[in-house]
């Protein structure tokens, strides 16, 4: 797995975009990033995932630069529900099927 | 609703004995993973396995912990002679194929809780 770096913690005001980067400077160029995030006590989430174009899902959007070190998750109306665990993974090879390997992410905390 | 099913919810088990944590995959998905998740920490990866075979065990400990995906039925994570140590929760996974360089993502069951007294 490439590793990936994420700030631990982050505040978002509700209603607005919410902007989570994530540093992925050894990602080969075959690896995706997915991002999942998890709430308190729950199961992860799969949120989306890209390889070198920008992807956009009802959840979310992802912005991946062009030398593909970095990305970007965007919520783009945040709620409390928001608030959780994000995940930043870029799994390696063998993409979403192998084992995942979860660092510590960014807590975000939506504000009302 | 079609997603990944775990049961029990919630475990209790007194040290030494066994403890069995089942998982159903999504409708269509032939491959589950197993994590663990110890309190305050981020999950950790602990075996895939496709129906009857074992792909990658190399986050299992070594003694104790064993687990299988069944032609019918349900994957299960086997704990024998548990302890203290192996309270957490414990998630399960689904995808539905392994393909070279596949971008199928991974889809998470809500866990067991096991505690161990």
């Known amino acids: 797995d490439a590793k990936t770096t994420q700030p631990p913690s982050m505040d978002c005001a509700e209603g607005r975009a919410a902007n989570l980067p994530c540093n992925h400077s050894t990602i080969s160029g075959n690896e995706y990033v997915y991002w999942y995030r998890q709430i308190h006590s729950q199961g992860p989430q799969y949120i989306i995932h890209?390889?070198?174009n920008n992807e956009t899902n009802e959840m979310a959007s992802l912005i991946i630069t062009e030398d593909r070190k970095s990305s970007t998750l965007i919520l783009p109306h945040a709620t409390l529900r928001d608030t959780a665990v994000y995940y930043c993974?870029?799994?390696?090879?063998?993409?979403?099927?192998?084992?995942?390997?979860f660092g510590k992410g960014t807590h975000l905390i939506i504000q009302p | 609703n079609a997603g990944v099913m775990q049961n029990p919810r919630h475990l209790v088990r007194r040290r030494g004995q066994e403890a069995r944590l089942r998982c159903s995959p999504m409708?269509?998905?032939?491959?589950v993973y197993w994590y663990r998740q110890l309190p305050e920490e981020g999950l950790k990866f602990m075996v895939y396995?496709?129906?009857?075979?074992?792909?990658?065990e190399s986050g299992m400990p070594k003694e104790r912990f064993s687990a299988e995906f069944p032609k019918e039925g349900p994957s299960i994570l086997r704990i024998q002679q548990v302890v203290r140590g192996d309270s957490a929760a414990y998630f399960c996974a689904s995808s539905p194929s392994r393909v070279e360089n596949s971008n199928q993502p991974q889809h998470f069951g809500d866990g067991t809780r096991l505690s161990i007294l």
């Open positions: 396995l496709q129906k009857e075979n074992i792909i990658d």
């Open positions: 409708k269509g998905h032939s491959h």
């Open positions: 993974i870029a799994p390696g090879s063998g993409g979403g099927a192998d084992g995942l390997t």
């Open positions: 890209g390889l070198k």
